[in-house]
């Protein structure tokens, strides 16, 4: 096994939910020690479900490979434990609620005063200025006061999209932010403060749509499985009843659609679906004549003029059809003495594990850190 990149990184995060612990189990699969720091009664995300042989799975997900230590930070002799970690840690990664750190007076421009190689990381819902920095902000939401349920799924009542896009997404750019600052690190032999919140995160996913509204004919609407600027694009039956869904991206591949898989290659040049600006306008009957065609189809046939035509397509899934996936890369990792199967991280290195490290249970290291790294009486940032 090769070594890991992060090997000899010290992490200590504060954190709880799903955006610091996502960056952070991000940091551990890389080499990194990471020293997750709890209340007493555990990070919530502990309780969101017990799915996974009795633990939850949000929690097995995102912390994998930490250890676990649980200080209430308002006691002195913990804040002087916690001192004692930060004082060899190279980075610090939290998402309290807003400003609960400065307020506990160990905000992350402090402990860069006293520690000048220690790099930051501060994930908060949305930012440290501006009239709303002082929301609580969950990820649904964020993904309502970003305008992201604005142009997702179809017509009709709102709906979420269904994982956790916000705080995913604001822990990968964490995880950016924090390993660009240790490149920074080595040559400035300085840390760096890194910011991140939710909404940054979800506003800069809705660029398009943005730009769309702010400089052009106005946003998207909901449009469910098709796209508001290509055609076709969408899902179609089959008829076995079998749904999939397909995309054309260029006139090649529309011409090549029109010859195998319509068998009518003078609808590529038809005047009202000659390019995709057209065939976009003319939607309704492109789909139509589309839909023609499929129903006379079963799944396999289709599969089959859609290979010929080199056409992109895709099953429509459950869940369940996800398990069974053949494309699937999953690690086994051990949860309360049992295997658990959980999906491979989806980048795939020389330094790849075998296995997935265990999840900690709530202050399971605590001991053993605390003789470690020994804190000094009456010590405190």
Partial sequence: ????????????????????????????????????????????????????????????????????????????????????LIANADVFIQNLAPGATVRLGFGSEKLRETHRRLITCDISGYGESGPLHELKAYDLLVQAESGLVAVSGAPGPWGRIGVSICDITAGMNALIGIQQALL?????????????????????????????????????????????????????????????????????EWANFCECVLLRPDIATDSRFVSNNVRTSNRSELETLIRGVFAELTYAQAVDRLTEAQTAYGAINSVHDLIQHPQLRTRPMSVRGLVAQIPATPYATEWDDDTYAQAPAIDQHGDALRHEFEAISGSSI
């Fill in 1 to 84: 096994m090769a070594s890991k990149p992060l090997e000899g990184i010290t992490v200590v995060a504060l954190e709880q939910a799903v955006a610091a612990p996502y960056c952070s189990s991000r940091l551990a699969d890389a080499g990194a020690r990471v020293i997750k720091i709890e209340r007493a009664e555990g990070d919530f995300a502990r309780g969101y479900d017990s799915a996974v042989h009795g633990e939850s799975s949000y929690f097995v997900w995102i912390n994998r490979g930490k250890e676990s230590i649980s200080l209430d930070l308002r006691n002195e002799d913990d804040r002087a434990q916690f001192t004692a």
């Fill in 184 to 252: 920074q690190r080595e040559r400035t032999g300085r840390g760096s403060g890194i910011k991140v919140s939710l909404f940054d995160s979800a506003a800069e996913l809705m660029t398009v749509p943005y730009l769309q509204a702010r400089y052009g004919a106005g946003a998207p609407d909901r449009v469910g499985l098709k796209h508001p600027s290509i055609a076709p694009y969408g899902a179609f039956t089959c008829s076995d009843g079998r749904e999939f869904v397909l995309s054309i991206q260029n006139e090649r």
